[in-house]
T-cell receptor, first 123, second 106 residues
Framework: RLHLQQSGPGLVKPSETLSLTCAVSGGSASDTDYYWGWIRQPPGKGLEWVGSFSYSGSTFYNPSLRSRISISVDLSNNQVSLNLDSVTAADTAVYFCARAGRSGNYHFAFDIWGQGTMITVSS | SYELTQPPSVSVSPGQTARITCSGDALPRKYAYWYQQKSGQAPVLVISEDTKRASGIPERFSGSSSGTMATLTISGAQVDDEADYYC?????????FGGGTRLTVL
């Protein structure tokens, strides 16, 4: 069964780049039948979709974050990465990685989730 | 940008039927999905493609969709169903979650 294990810094300074990784086990990050996505949740608030990436080359980013984010796959380590540039306190949230089925450009719901990583942006 | 609208809260007594709605202009053409999230945990997919119960989800959970509104129904709600529920959908430009509904069962 697929398992997603997240890792990240916990604390990031304002204006710096947030980098998170999501290690895939029980499957391959290069599987083009899936999207790999990131979702975040600020403390006490709802879920916000950040972006989704498929090794097929299909990528979708939240329009409000598009200028600052990139999602990629590292095949050598079978992991998915998120980079978020120029962070501010508003980026403080629990970040989840997750897998969603793909059919052409259609993006199904996220069915398998990582454990979540709390990221605090503070000096 | 595309939005999905949910009521902030729904409250029922144990054994009653809970209904949580989600409205969005694209729902006549796009599937709705539903997630359950308990405090401190990752969300769990409950309903897929408007009406399909996800693997391992009890039969008391059901979904429906008509026009611009999708509905999650919990028939005979239990105390253990107390959680936040989010609808979710995808459009050509990406994905979106509803604002979430806190279900209280007491």
């Amino acid at each position: 069964r697929l398992h997603l294990q997240q890792s990240g810094p916990g604390l990031v300074k304002p204006s710096e780049t947030l980098s998170l990784t999501c290690a895939v086990s029980g499957g391959s990050a290069s599987d083009t039948d899936y999207y790999w996505g990131w979702i975040r949740q600020p403390p006490g608030k709802g879920l916000e979709w950040v972006g989704s990436f498929s090794y097929s080359g299909s990528t979708f980013y939240n329009p409000s974050l598009r200028s600052r984010i990139s999602i990629s796959v590292d095949l050598s380590n079978n992991q998915v990465s998120l980079n978020l540039d120029s962070v501010t306190a508003a980026d403080t949230a629990v970040y989840f990685c997750a897998r969603a089925g793909r059919s052409g450009n259609y993006h199904f719901a996220f069915d398998i989730w990582g454990q979540g990583t709390m990221i605090t942006v503070s000096s | 940008s595309y939005e999905l609208t949910q009521p902030p809260s729904v409250s029922v007594s144990p054994g009653q039927t809970a209904r949580i709605t989600c409205s969005g202009d694209a729902l006549p053409r796009k599937y709705a999905y539903w997630y359950q999230q308990k405090s401190g945990q990752a969300p769990v997919l409950v309903i897929s493609e408007d009406t399909k119960r996800a693997s391992g989800i009890p039969e008391r959970f059901s979904g429906s969709s008509s026009g611009t509104m999708a509905t999650l129904t919990i028939s005979g709600a239990q105390v253990d169903d107390e959680a936040d529920y989010y609808c979710y959908s995808t459009v050509t430009t990406g994905s979106v979650f509803g604002g979430g509904t806190r279900l209280t069962v007491l």
